[in-house]
């Protein structure tokens, strides 16, 4: 099983930038598919990004493209979410997520989950 942490939030003004962070440890068979979601209380978890396992393909909620970026780097196990020009309504606790699949998306039924950290956009 894999357990994932995730660092980086904090508050910060809008237009302003962040990067997240998100430590994997333990092991799996398989390659697994790497991805962030956001929740605030009252609403709905909001798919936010997606990474396969070689980084060849990436996707984005339309909230967020074109001002977010997610990376990975497995030799240091670890995933990141460069997040720019950031926004009011991107407030939320920003969650880790992992899959022993080759693809997230936003309807999708992930094996692990970190913790969350939350990220909190002044306007």
């Known amino acids: 099983q894999l357990r994932l942490v995730e660092s980086g939030g904090g508050l910060v003004q809008a237009g302003g930038s962040l990067r997240l962070s998100c430590a994997v440890s333990?092991?799996?068979?398989?390659?697994?598919?790497m991805g962030w979601f956001r929740q605030d209380p009252g609403k709905e978890r909001e798919f936010v990004a997606a990474?396969?396992?070689?980084?060849?393909?990436?996707y984005y909620s339309d909230s967020v493209k074109g001002r977010f970026a997610i990376s990975r780097d497995n030799a240091k196990n670890t995933v990141y979410l460069q997040m720019n020009d950031l926004k009011p309504d991107d407030t939320a606790v920003y969650y880790c997520a992992a899959d022993d699949s080759d693809y997230i998306g936003p309807q999708s039924v992930v094996d692990y989950w970190g913790l969350g950290t939350q990220v909190t956009v002044s306007s």
């Open positions: 990474i396969n396992w070689s980084s060849t393909r990436t």
């Open positions: 333990g092991r799996i068979a398989r390659t697994y598919a």
